[in-house]
């Protein structure tokens, strides 16, 4: 349950502007925090501090739920200004436990930005694990207007088991570490996943005949396939095989 501290909100109709003043939601652990001016103008802006937000919980507001997974508890601050113009958007934020899919990565650093041009806002992070080492690079963009978000994530070294959320039922059991370049773009309730990824000491099973692979190569993802380009697999009696072709789907189903 989620509380209201007492607050001070006006509208000037002249200037046409909301004036906010303290104000703060929170509940348990988590918190919102708000103070400044919504106008038209530039010299005006609101700030937005928070502490702890679960990031699924901020994604229950869009269609992202019902096509990928994102873990995590956002701190961060962000300033808007001219909200009722020329819009700007700055925003650093930290997400702790992060994690796609159900799979864990580490923390993430990220910085935000309204591009007006675009109408679109661009995201920039690094995710380190609990060692502190960087394990991936992330650049994002969100286009409210058309409902259309993307992510470039270039890894090195993460948890390859993420893949799992939307090959349910085509390929299973997908593990191992993954390093290159993926990405991720969802419209509407579609998401596409596109790239080339190499696995090291990874696995995979094929449901349709009951037999788990085992290899350390690359592979390619494009909107329609899961290509395996010739890689050297194991089966799990030690049998060696080059395994080439793909599993093809339409929209990670039939």
């Given at each position: 349950?989620?509380?209201?501290?007492?607050?001070?909100?006006?509208?000037?109709?002249?200037?046409?502007?909301?004036?906010?003043?303290?104000?703060?939601?929170?509940?348990?652990?988590?918190?919102?925090?708000?103070?400044?001016?919504?106008?038209?103008?530039?010299?005006?802006?609101?700030?937005?501090?928070?502490?702890?937000?679960?990031?699924?919980?901020?994604?229950?507001?869009?269609?992202?739920?019902?096509?990928?997974?994102?873990?995590?508890?956002?701190?961060?601050?962000?300033?808007?200004?001219?909200?009722?113009?020329?819009?700007?958007?700055?925003?650093?934020?930290?997400?702790?436990?992060?994690?796609?899919?159900?799979?864990?990565?580490?923390?993430?650093?990220?910085?935000?930005?309204?591009?007006?041009?675009?109408?679109?806002?661009?995201?920039?992070?690094?995710?380190?694990?609990?060692?502190?080492?960087?394990?991936?690079?992330?650049?994002?963009?969100?286009?409210?207007?058309?409902?259309?978000?993307?992510?470039?994530?270039?890894?090195?070294?993460?948890?390859?088991?993420?893949?799992?959320?939307?090959?349910?039922?085509?390929?299973?059991?997908?593990?191992?570490?993954?390093?290159?370049?993926?990405?991720?773009?969802?419209?509407?309730?579609e998401v596409y996943v596109t790239g080339r990824a190499l696995a090291k000491n990874a696995s995979i099973t094929v449901p349709q005949i009951g037999v788990t692979y085992n290899f350390s190569d690359s592979v390619f993802l494009d909107s329609t396939a899961i290509?395996?380009?010739?890689?050297?697999?194991?089966?799990?009696?030690?049998?060696?095989?080059?395994?080439?072709?793909?599993?093809?789907?339409?929209?990670?189903?039939?």
């Open positions: 349950i989620w509380s209201i501290s007492p607050t001070h909100i006006t509208y000037t109709h002249a200037t046409k502007c909301v004036d906010v003043r303290n104000l703060l939601l929170k509940t348990d652990y988590q918190s919102i925090y708000a103070d400044g001016k919504i106008s038209p103008l530039r010299t005006d802006s609101i700030n937005i501090d928070l502490r702890n937000i679960k990031v699924d919980y901020l994604l229950t507001y869009t269609d992202a739920p019902k096509v990928i997974s994102i873990q995590g508890l956002v701190t961060g601050n962000a300033t808007l200004y001219s909200v009722f113009s020329a819009c700007m958007l700055e925003a650093n934020a930290k997400i702790k436990n992060g994690g796609l899919n159900g799979v864990y990565f580490g923390d993430v650093d990220a910085q935000a930005r309204l591009d007006r041009e675009s109408k679109s806002i661009l995201i920039n992070g690094t995710i380190v694990d609990s060692s502190q080492v960087t394990v991936a690079v992330v650049e994002g963009k969100v286009i409210p207007a058309k409902k259309w978000w993307g992510l470039d994530i270039t890894c090195d070294s993460i948890d390859a088991s993420f893949i799992n959320f939307w090959t349910e039922g085509i390929v299973s059991n997908i593990r191992g570490r993954a390093y290159g370049r993926v990405k991720v773009e969802g419209e509407q309730h290509i395996f380009p010739g890689i050297r697999a194991y089966d799990q009696y030690g049998n060696l095989g080059t395994f080439s072709g793909g599993v093809y789907h339409q929209n990670f189903a039939n």
